[in-house]
């Protein structure tokens, strides 16, 4: 009786530990394309009067599957004029606040927050005459 006892309680710890261990975060990875609206909330965390822009989008995630996506992030009122990492010139401003949810083809809730970001966009005056 005693050695059924030790082999199940050996079993529900082996058990145990492959579930601990499958459970270990692993990078995520995706390929997305959706809709970006330009202060398209009624959301204004720094009191500067441009309100958070809305992301949405869908794609296909390393081991999520497909995925949708949908992110509110709010950028400084004022961008400063900078070279963009594409060698254009452009205007740069440093994240104010954001988050997202990333839903899985399974239903899977992923619920996030941003911790820092860069945007640099151009304006149509630097664009290049053959974009």
């Not at 079993?11 to 601990?20: F, H, K, P, W």
């Amino acid at each position: 009786m005693n050695m059924k006892r030790l082999a199940v309680g050996l079993g529900m710890v082996l058990i145990m530990a492959v579930a601990l261990g499958s459970a270990e975060a692993k990078p995520f990875h995706s390929k997305d394309s959706g809709s970006y609206v330009s202060e398209g909330t009624p959301i204004d965390t720094n009191g500067d009067s441009r309100t958070a822009d809305l992301v949405l989008t869908s794609g296909k995630g390393s081991h999520l599957g497909e995925t949708t996506t949908q992110a509110v992030v709010e950028w400084p009122k004022d961008f400063a004029a900078a070279t963009c990492p594409n060698e254009i010139s452009g205007f740069q401003a440093s994240l104010v606040s954001g988050g997202f949810v990333i839903r899985a083809a399974k239903g899977d809730l992923l619920f996030g927050t941003f911790s820092s970001g860069t945007n640099c966009s151009i304006s149509q005056q630097t664009l290049p005459a053959s974009a």
